[in-house]
């Protein structure tokens, strides 16, 4: 008889939410695709990340229960909206949640403004905001407003993700920003760098490495051009132009 394999993930991904709730269904769906990878492979993929969907309850707790020792790590997305803050069942259940989730990644989502009256999980936890509530009436406008919805929640879980895989940890425990080094020639010109550079400060908490703004004058650039591309970043980003394979740096990096 054959020996029964135990397999411990190294991540497992929670989407929680109200079962009336629409709207947190829909993101909900969206944020399954993504991670799923089912808009770049279809159905028959299977290199996505687990992720299970919870929008019952049995008494005070989530049914099924949210299984700790299943996986590494474990993030859950706590999809919150009036219908989950209305309903004295689902409060008390994400009291016990969070207090059973402790030392997992926990990311609440702001779906409606109705959040900020859990005193309980906005005094505890930071929450994701994805932009204006208010639904448009016109089916096209309202498509696309669940399109930026989503783009937001799974652009920041995402990268709350990464940074908490990434376990690179301040004093206080908090999970360090994501550091982009971006390449580039700069006889090509600068912009293409610097858009992306004063784009990721306004989409996200990544911060971009970038020599101009990070080197000091009077000082050498070999060290901690090195540091940076070799160990505190999380990405390269090149800018790959006619001139960057003919840069001797361009291509150190």
Same mark, same amino acid.
């Given at each position: 008889?054959?020996?029964?394999? +135990?397999?411990?993930?190294?991540?497992?991904?929670?989407?929680?939410?109200?079962?009336?709730?629409?709207?947190?269904?829909?993101?909900?769906?969206?944020?399954?695709? =993504?991670?799923?990878?089912? #808009?770049?492979?279809?159905?028959? &993929?299977?290199?996505?990340?687990?992720?299970?969907?919870? +929008?019952?309850? @049995?008494?005070?707790? *989530?049914?099924?229960?949210?299984? =700790?020792?299943?996986?590494?790590? !474990?993030?859950?997305?706590?999809?919150?909206? @009036?219908?989950?803050?209305?309903?004295?069942? =689902?409060?008390?259940?994400? #009291?016990? *949640?969070?207090?059973?989730?402790?030392?997992?990644?926990?990311?609440?989502?702001?779906? @409606?403004?109705?959040? %900020?009256?859990?005193?309980?999980?906005?005094?505890?936890?930071?929450?994701?905001?994805?932009?204006?509530?208010?639904?448009? @009436? #016109?089916?096209?406008?309202?498509?696309?407003?669940?399109?930026?919805? $989503? /783009?937001?929640?799974?652009? $920041?879980?995402?990268?709350?993700?990464?940074?908490?895989?990434?376990?690179?940890?301040?004093?206080?425990?908090?999970?360090? !920003?994501? /550091?982009?080094? *971006?390449?580039?020639?700069?006889?090509?010109?600068?912009?293409?760098?610097?858009?992306?550079?004063?784009?990721?400060?306004?989409?996200?908490?990544?911060?971009?490495?970038?020599?101009? !703004?990070?080197?000091?004058?009077? %000082?050498?650039?070999?060290?901690?051009?090195?540091?940076? $591309?070799?160990?505190?970043?999380?990405?390269?980003?090149?800018?790959?132009?006619?001139? %960057?394979?003919?840069?001797? =740096? &361009?291509?150190?990096?």
């Amino acid at each position: 008889m054959s020996a029964v394999v +135990s397999i411990t993930l190294p991540l497992s991904i929670y989407v929680v939410f109200h079962p009336e709730a629409d709207d947190c269904r829909d993101l909900a769906g969206r944020l399954f695709d =993504w991670f799923r990878l089912e #808009e770049h492979a279809g159905d028959s &993929c299977e290199a996505g990340l687990p992720i299970w969907f919870r +929008s019952r309850l @049995d008494g005070e707790r *989530l049914s099924p229960p949210l299984d =700790w020792g299943g996986a590494e790590r !474990n993030a859950v997305i706590i999809l919150v909206d @009036d219908h989950m803050v209305a309903d004295p069942r =689902w409060r008390s259940a994400l #009291e016990v *949640l969070l207090h059973e989730s402790e030392g997992q990644l926990r990311l609440p989502v702001a779906v @409606d403004d109705s959040f %900020y009256r859990l005193g309980f999980l906005y005094g505890a936890l930071n929450p994701i905001r994805i932009g204006d509530p208010r639904a448009p @009436d #016109e089916p096209q406008a309202r498509e696309r407003w669940q399109q930026q919805r $989503a /783009q937001l929640a799974r652009r $920041a879980v995402t990268e709350a993700i990464i940074r908490e895989l990434r376990d690179h940890r301040r004093e206080d425990g908090r999970p360090d !920003n994501l /550091q982009i080094f *971006l390449s580039h020639a700069k006889a090509d010109g600068t912009d293409i760098a610097e858009a992306i550079r004063d784009s990721l400060a306004g989409l996200s908490q990544m911060q971009a490495w970038y020599d101009a !703004n990070e080197l000091p004058p009077g %000082y050498g650039w070999d060290t901690p051009m090195k540091q940076a $591309a070799e160990q505190n970043t999380a990405v390269l980003l090149s800018v790959v132009t006619d001139v %960057y394979p003919t840069r001797h =740096w &361009c291509r150190q990096e």
